[in-house]
């Protein structure tokens, strides 16, 4: 994904262009709320959807305010090192959006520069969002705030600045001299990011109590179908938007997107019907979601046919990875790693050798998947390593876990004072469906 960076230069105002990127930004923006919020949710315990859905629009208000100040000169400021953005060039979009006249700064492709700080801030709260799934029920409410705010800072920002800014895994990086890496709307930056983080949070702050012994089935199915059906939608801005323009790419990029989702939930199916006999509506909206996450960063690289077969591939492979955690013992609650780390690894890789330009099933020989996989391990490293020393010094200072007792009684009770329903959450342990 090339990044709007606003220049000194004042083309002429693209006022179709300036639309779809503002339409992109918001349906981006809706894929944290009510998207995601309502796809986690009900994938949790009856006794857990607020606070689960309080995590995403907690998200919102924490990097609502944080990126505007250093987020986008973290992530497209001038290059630190080749690994983050100067956080003063250009903190609180000074110089950034207007010119010494009080001119708006519009961009290459005719839009002002505004927008494409909208655009990009909506991706930075999607992808912290994501994390959430992967500890639900069980952390404190305010310790979730402080990593979002820390996480987002020192993971998300310096990644969007390495592989979108300009940084070590973009074209002018380590690798740009044996192929351009190709991660189109965010492979790397959102899911192999998001889920290497989700993974090191479940392993440091630990199991739900009762993981594995008492059922913790997901407690409004149609809700999970709703939200993932709305981040299907939401998930044009976030591919077709990322051509950054109205233009043949977005068009591709809508296309790819469908098929592969398309694709993703019939293999997701097909593995659930040979291995346990039914064809579930979680698996379904899973399906959905792990064609999304697989398609994002070759949206603008593939063509339809082999969007198809990437979404064949990351719908079987997701469906296989998120029963791991039963096998390993990691409690990854809402299936962060099965899905975002699983699928972000099947796409970014499979770029390498599916690309229309630079594929090795393409005949054009094996840099561009040796590229992929590079910048693949970068960011499963970096985004591992940044998050366990954010984990372990949370966990050493304000604390993780809520009381067992209120993990017990639930932690909407606990954490927020309300519950979702009637006679849910009253202090009482729950037994048999609302677990």
Known sequence: MTPLIATSAAPTLDTGATAWMLMSATLVLMMTVPALALFYGGMTRSRGVLNMMMMSFGVIAVVGVIYPLWGWSMSYGDS?????????????????????????????????????????????????????????????????LVFAALWVTLSYFPMA????????????????????????????????????????????????????KVPMRPH???????????LWVGWFGFNAGSAFTADGTAGL???????????????????????????????????????????????GALNPVTSIVLGAVAGVLCALA???????????????VGVHLVGGLVGTIVVGLLADEGGLFMGDGADQLI?????????????????????????????????????????????????????????????????
């Open 161 to 212: 600045h390495m592989v979108w800014g300009g940084g070590i895994l973009s074209g002018d990086g380590w690798f740009g001299s044996i192929a351009e890496p190709i991660d189109f709307a965010g492979g790397t930056v959102v899911h192999i990011n998001a889920g290497i983080a989700g993974l090191v949070l479940a392993l440091v702050i630990g199991r739900r109590k009762g993981f594995g």
């Open 80 to 144: 630190l090192g080749g690994i983050l953005g100067n956080p003063f060039d250009g903190f609180a979009l000074d110089g950034q959006v207007v010119d010494a006249d009080g001119a708006h700064i519009i961009d290459d492709l005719g839009v002002p520069a505004y927008v494409g700080v909208a655009f990009q801030s909506t991706f930075a709260i999607i992808t912290t969002a994501l994390v959430s799934g992967a500890i639900a029920e069980r952390v404190k409410y305010a310790s979730w």
């Open 322 to 336: 998120v029963s791991l955690k039963y096998r390993w013992r990691f409690d990854d609650s809402l299936d962060v």
């Open 220 to 230: 409004n199915l149609p809700l999970v179908m709703i939200g993932a059906a709305l």
């Open 253 to 299: 990029a809508w296309v790819n997107t469908t098929s592969a989702t398309a694709a993703a939930i019939l293999g997701w199916l097909v593995v659930e019907r040979l291995r346990d006999g039914h064809m579930t509506s979680l698996g379904a909206a899973s399906g959905t979601v792990a064609g999304l996450v697989a398609i994002t960063p070759a949206a």
């Open 371 to 435: 590229v992929q996989a590079l910048i693949a391990v970068v960011a499963v490293v970096y985004s591992g390593l940044v998050t366990l020393v954010i984990a372990l010094v949370l966990k050493a200072t304000m604390g993780w876990r809520v009381s067992d007792d209120d993990e017990a009684s639930g932690i909407d009770t606990a954490q927020h004072a309300e519950s979702a329903y009637e006679g849910i959450g009253s202090g009482r342990l729950l037994t048999g469906s609302e677990k």
